[in-house]
Every structure is written in structure tokens, then in C-alpha cells.
Nanobody, 126 residues
Framework: QVQLVESGGNLVQAGGSLRLSCAASGRMFNNYAAGWFRQAPGKEREFVAA????????YIADSVKGRFTISRDNAKNTVYLQMNSLKPEDTAVYYCAARATAYDYTYSRSAEYNYWGQGTQVTVSS
């Protein structure tokens, strides 16, 4: 099993940047694919970015492509979401997710993940 703890959420002005971190407990985190999702008030949870277990493959949602990047450091058991050129519509609670996998794939559906963090709030002011 793995436990996930997100950090790095904050209040930022439009055009600014934030880096979210997701720290995973346990060993063998390089056996887990990971992803970021977000949920704004009154809206469904949506996919943001995913990364394969090795980090060699990433997949970014069209809504944030060119502004957000996902990366990981398996030696530190941590996944990152770098968010640049933030917009007010990026305001949401951001969740980290993980799933054990034997394949070096990315996963973009929330149902494909079985471990979730508690979320971190990102607020972008106009």
C-alpha cells in the first residue's frame, strides 16, 4: 500500500506559478503510476496530468497543456506538478493519485487509481 500527501497549494495571482508535490510513503514507489486530478466547487473531478512508473511517459490534459508539467523523483518517492501561467479557472482542490502497475503506462481516468491524497487547495486570483 501507499499513502499520498500533497503540498504546495496556495493563493497566487493570475499569470503566476506554483509547484505541487505529492510525497508517497512506503517502498517500491517506482512500481506505481501517478496522476494529478482537480475538482473545482460544483464541478466533477477532472484529469490534469499523468506519469508512468519510470517517468518516461507523461500525458497532459488539453486544458493545461503547455502550462503544466508533471515529473517524478522515485528516489524521493515524490511526484510534482509544475503549474505556470495560472488562470482563475485553474482554481480547484488538486489531488494526487497512484496505482500499482506492471506496465510503464499513463492512466487518465480516476477509476484507474486506487490510492488518493487528501488534496491541496490552489486559488488563482484575477
Amino acid at each position: 500500500q501507499v499513502q499520498l500527501v500533497e503540498s504546495g497549494g496556495n493563493l497566487v495571482q493570475a499569470g503566476g506559478s506554483l509547484r505541487l508535490s505529492c510525497a508517497a510513503s512506503g517502498r517500491m514507489f517506482n512500481n506505481y503510476a501517478a496522476g494529478w486530478f482537480r475538482q473545482a466547487p460544483g464541478k466533477e473531478r477532472e484529469f490534469v496530468a499523468a506519469i508512468s512508473r519510470s517517468g518516461s511517459s507523461t500525458y497532459i490534459a488539453d486544458s493545461v497543456k503547455g502550462r503544466f508539467t508533471i515529473s517524478r523523483d522515485n528516489a524521493k518517492n515524490t511526484v510534482y506538478l509544475q503549474m505556470n501561467s495560472l488562470k482563475p479557472e485553474d482554481t480547484a482542490v488538486y489531488y494526487c493519485a497512484a496505482r500499482a502497475t506492471a506496465y510503464d503506462y499513463t492512466y487518465s481516468r480516476s477509476a484507474e487509481y486506487n490510492y488518493w491524497g487528501q488534496g491541496t487547495q490552489v486559488t488563482v486570483s484575477s
